[in-house]
């Protein structure tokens, strides 16, 4: 069978109570056990003392010694002692203890109390010589009751101390409860689909509201997330639906279209429009790939100054031909740990923003250098620029400028860029050229032993 | 050419299979990677194109469990997956070409045309010659009808790729791939502004263009 399950707060009580509990009997125990044996030393005492007074008598008087002396004992008040003398032949001699001979040494026996019958009392027997034997007795009811109180106050505290450790306890337990009720409501209330939702923060900073509060941070954080994915989704959506709806059109027409070039024309067209959803969809998996940040185990290290040379040959015809003037500029032997294509595909970005974002005969800079303990790769342009406002704006995904709607592309240029600077631990600065604009990356230099580049190294077929 | 086709996607597999057949190739189109490895085995096969995903056996295996026992046939990867690290496996088991879908038919019939016409290893040729044009590979020189022509080093390499296919197409992913090294699409006309370059050389002085450009199918040197 299953047991029902039992909550935390309970357990906390069981273990609490029981150890408590425990704890309060050993000790009741102790100091019972430790009393006890303190009353009953002092007993012993008192008996042997008076067994010595006695015997030291008999020695000296004799039977007629011990006779005067109980006598006196007797005159001088009530005695907590009884005692018995009895000759060789058993006969009792002196005293009124009346009990049975008993073997001589430390002994528990039963005498018969004149008032309440027999009774146990703790009994000395000494021989005296010549037959005779003296017994000391104390009664032990009184040491017996003072045990019965003794067990009877610890009875009495015990239930209160667990009286009070159990409302204690469940107090306690009460109290964790309603914290973490909160915090399990705030949950709850976010499953339900209230996002806003936040655990109430206490005012004394414990255990509870650091939970809280951490809490709190992580549904922020989480809510910043979601706040950008849906930008993220909405905008993508937004950007599909134009070349999607022109595709759609396009198929369209081409039902009613008879003649053979029309219809050859429009199907290029169609075609044109689903290359450039498929390209958006790259460019996204391209930015989230790079941000997942799995790339790091294939790096390698690069020359960079090859790579700008290179870049700057390849693209400085681009720009030319739509007549703005590239110039690069490059320090030798810069190295650092990365992935070329990503780099290659970076600066490519900066340098076709600068080139659609300039009027025509403006100047794009390339440059590398080191810096620090860095290597920046920077892109320069003397164009408009872009506003101090807008400048950390517009590294994000689908964002695009006001100034730039004219402009083919998505606004996924720069988000590439910065992707690819934080996977390379680096960081995207934009800055004013004034005028115009300056994006630096700047990549942890890996200033070390030359190593062979693999800029030179293919591995394409043919 | 005798050419292997491993596609799960029947729909996909008819349209490559039927537009292959229409360049003249002969296709044998199978569904299951354990067919793809026992028709690859068999040596029959110019080019082998690979889904990368294939029931049970999948192509990455295949192309290993082929390599494992010495088959050479060129290997084609057809793959949904466009990621860095997919391609880099890919070439890592062996594979010679990756192809993300979804691509375009001609860049497919370019690549398959290209992996069964392999050459000579490159290092091997030291000259190629198309017609009036003579390219010395260790001289780095470039001659159209005995005429010196001054070329960049990425117009030459340019050059080079076509003239090594002489008369077929060289798409342009395949020239970013193979002159710049690059296997992501730079979305800028890095390929047409440096072709047109190498064509204004070539062709100075009023000579016939040589060069062929088929738009969505790349680039050829007319063959002689």
């Given at each position: 069978?299953?047991?029902?399950?039992?909550?935390?707060?309970?357990r906390?009580?069981?273990?609490?109570?029981?150890?408590?509990?425990?704890?309060?009997?050993?000790?009741?125990?102790?100091?019972?056990?430790?009393?006890?044996?303190?009353?009953?030393?002092?007993i012993?005492?008192?008996?042997?003392?008076?067994?010595?007074?006695?015997?030291?008598?008999?020695?000296?008087?004799?039977?007629?010694?011990v006779?005067?002396?109980?006598?006196?004992?007797?005159?001088?008040?009530?005695?907590a002692?009884?005692?018995?003398?009895?000759?060789?032949?058993?006969?009792?001699?002196?005293?009124?203890?009346?009990?049975a001979?008993?073997?001589?040494?430390?002994?528990?026996?039963?005498?018969?109390?004149p008032?309440?019958?027999?009774?146990?009392?703790?009994?000395?027997?000494?021989?005296?010589?010549?037959?005779?034997?003296?017994?000391?007795?104390?009664?032990?009811?009184?040491?017996?009751?003072?045990d019965?109180?003794?067990?009877?106050?610890?009875?009495?505290?015990?239930?209160?101390?667990?009286?009070?450790?159990?409302?204690?306890?469940?107090l306690l337990?009460r109290?964790?409860?309603?914290?973490?009720?909160?915090?399990?409501?705030?949950?709850?209330?976010i499953?339900?689909?209230?996002?806003?939702?936040?655990?109430?923060?206490?005012?004394?900073?414990?255990?509870?509201?650091?939970?809280?509060?951490?809490?709190?941070?992580?549904?922020d954080?989480?809510a910043?997330l979601i706040?950008?994915?849906?930008?993220?989704?909405?905008?993508?959506?937004?950007?599909?639906?134009?070349?999607?709806s022109?595709?759609?059109?396009?198929?369209?027409?081409?039902?009613?279209?008879?003649?053979a070039?029309?219809?050859?024309?429009?199907?290029?067209?169609?075609?044109?429009?689903?290359?450039?959803?498929?390209?958006?969809?790259?460019?996204?998996?391209?930015?989230?790939?790079?941000?997942?940040?799995?790339?790091r185990p294939?790096?390698?290290?690069?020359?960079?100054?090859?790579?700008?040379?290179?870049?700057?040959?390849?693209?400085?015809?681009?720009?030319?031909?739509?007549?703005?003037?590239l110039?690069?500029?490059?320090?030798?032997?810069?190295?650092?740990?990365?992935?070329?294509?990503?780099?290659?595909?970076?600066?490519?970005?900066?340098?076709?923003?600068?080139?659609?974002?300039?009027?025509?005969?403006?100047?794009?800079?390339?440059?590398?250098?080191?810096?620090?303990?860095?290597?920046?790769?920077?892109?320069?342009?003397?164009?408009?620029?872009i506003?101090?406002?807008?400048?950390?704006?517009?590294?994000?995904?689908?964002?695009r400028?006001?100034?730039?709607?004219?402009?083919?592309?998505?606004?996924?240029?720069?988000?590439?860029?910065?992707?690819?600077?934080?996977?390379?631990?680096?960081?995207?600065?934009?800055?004013?050229?004034?005028?115009?604009?300056?994006?630096?990356?700047?990549?942890?230099?890996?200033?070390?032993?030359?190593?062979?580049?693999?800029?030179?190294?293919?591995?394409s077929?043919? | 050419?005798?050419?292997?086709?491993?596609?799960?996607?029947?729909?996909?597999?008819?349209?490559?299979?039927?537009?292959?057949?229409?360049?003249?190739?002969?296709?044998?189109?199978?569904?299951?990677?354990a067919?793809?490895?026992?028709?690859?085995?068999?040596?029959?096969?110019?080019?082998?194109?690979?889904?990368?995903?294939?029931?049970?056996l999948?192509?990455?295996?295949?192309?290993?469990?082929?390599r494992?026992?010495?088959?050479?046939?060129?290997?084609?990867?057809?793959?949904?997956?466009?990621?860095?690290?997919?391609?880099?496996?890919?070439?890592?088991?062996?594979?010679?070409?990756?192809?993300?879908?979804p691509?375009?038919?001609?860049?497919?019939?370019?690549?398959?045309?290209?992996?069964?016409?392999?050459q000579?290893?490159?290092?091997?040729?030291t000259?190629?010659?198309?017609?009036?044009?003579?390219?010395?590979?260790?001289?780095?020189?470039?001659r159209r009808?005995?005429?010196?022509?001054?070329?960049?080093?990425?117009?030459?390499?340019?050059?080079?790729?076509?003239?090594?296919?002489?008369?077929?197409?060289?798409?342009?992913?395949?020239?970013?791939?193979?002159?710049?090294?690059?296997?992501?699409?730079?979305?800028?006309k890095?390929?047409?502004t440096?072709?047109?370059?190498?064509?204004?050389k070539?062709?100075?002085g009023?000579?016939?263009?040589?060069?062929?450009?088929?738009r969505?199918?790349g680039?050829?040197i007319?063959?002689?």
């Open positions: 069978m299953k047991r029902p399950p039992i909550s935390a707060a309970r906390i009580v069981i273990i609490g109570l029981g150890s408590y509990a425990l704890a309060t009997l050993l000790l009741g125990t102790g100091i019972f056990l430790a009393m006890h044996a303190a009353f009953s030393r002092q012993d005492a008192r008996i042997a003392q008076t067994s010595m007074t006695l015997q030291s008598e008999f020695s000296e008087d004799g039977v007629r010694g006779v005067k002396a109980l006598r006196q004992r007797k005159m001088s008040g009530p005695d002692l009884g005692f018995a003398l009895f000759d060789g032949a058993g006969h009792r001699a002196a005293g009124d203890l009346v009990v001979l008993p073997a001589p040494g430390w002994q528990t026996i039963q005498f018969a109390d008032d309440e019958g027999a009774d146990p009392a703790r009994a000395l027997v000494s021989d005296l010589g010549g037959g005779y034997r003296l017994v000391v007795a104390e009664d032990l009811t009184p040491l017996e009751e003072i019965q109180t003794i067990l009877a106050m610890f009875g009495l505290a015990f239930v209160a101390l667990m009286g009070l450790g159990w409302a204690g306890l469940n337990a109290f964790l409860r309603q914290r973490l009720r909160s915090i399990s409501q705030t949950a709850d209330a499953i339900a689909g209230d996002l806003a939702c936040r655990a109430d923060l206490g005012m004394h900073d414990d255990e509870f509201d650091r939970v809280a509060a951490s809490l709190n941070a992580m549904l954080r989480i910043e706040a950008n994915l849906r930008q993220v989704t909405g905008d993508l959506a937004h950007d599909l639906r134009t070349p999607l022109r595709l759609r059109h396009q198929l369209e027409a081409l039902g009613a279209i008879e003649d070039a029309q219809r050859r024309k429009r199907v290029e067209a169609a075609i044109a429009n689903a290359d450039e959803v498929l390209a958006l969809f790259d460019a996204i998996l391209r930015i989230s790939e790079v941000e997942e940040g799995g790339l294939g790096f390698a290290a690069i020359d960079v100054s090859a790579l700008i040379v290179d870049l700057g040959e390849t693209l400085a015809p681009l720009v030319e031909e739509s007549r703005r003037l110039k690069v500029a490059c320090e030798p032997e810069l190295r650092v740990m990365g992935n070329r294509e990503l780099l290659a595909q970076a600066v490519i970005n900066l340098i076709e923003n600068a080139r659609r974002h300039t009027p025509e005969g403006a100047a794009i800079e390339l440059r590398a250098g080191r810096r620090d303990d860095t290597v920046v790769i920077c892109v320069a342009d003397n164009g408009p620029g506003p101090a406002c807008d400048r950390e704006r517009v590294q994000q995904r689908f964002v400028l006001e100034a730039s709607r004219s402009t083919p592309g998505h606004g996924l240029g720069l988000a590439l860029v910065r992707a690819i600077a934080r996977a390379h631990d680096a960081s995207l600065a934009l800055s004013d050229a004034r005028p115009g604009l300056i994006a630096e990356i700047h990549l942890p230099s890996s200033c070390g032993v030359s190593q062979p580049s693999i800029n030179s190294i293919s591995r077929p043919a | 050419m005798r050419v292997l086709l491993a596609e799960d996607d029947a729909e996909t597999a008819a349209f490559v299979a039927q537009g292959l057949r229409a360049l003249d190739h002969e296709v044998v189109a199978v569904g299951q990677g067919d793809a490895l026992e028709q690859g085995m068999s040596g029959a096969f110019d080019v082998l194109v690979l889904d990368r995903m294939l029931p049970e999948d192509g990455l295996t295949v192309v290993k469990q082929l494992a026992v010495g088959c050479k046939t060129p290997v084609l990867l057809l793959t949904a997956l466009g990621r860095i690290e997919n391609r880099v496996d890919g070439l890592d088991a062996g594979a010679d070409d990756y192809l993300v879908k691509f375009a038919f001609s860049e497919l019939a370019a690549r398959i045309h290209a992996l069964g016409r392999r000579a290893p490159a290092s091997t040729v000259r190629l010659q198309v017609g009036e044009i003579d390219m010395d590979l260790l001289a780095r020189q470039v009808g005995g005429q010196l022509i001054m070329l960049q080093p990425r117009e030459f390499r340019l050059l080079e790729e076509l003239m090594r296919h002489e008369g077929q197409f060289v798409t342009r992913a395949m020239l970013i791939e193979r002159v710049w090294n690059f296997h992501f699409d730079p979305q800028t890095i390929v047409e440096h072709m047109s370059r190498l064509r204004a070539l062709n100075e009023e000579q016939p263009d040589l060069i062929e450009t088929v969505g199918a680039y050829r007319r063959p002689q």
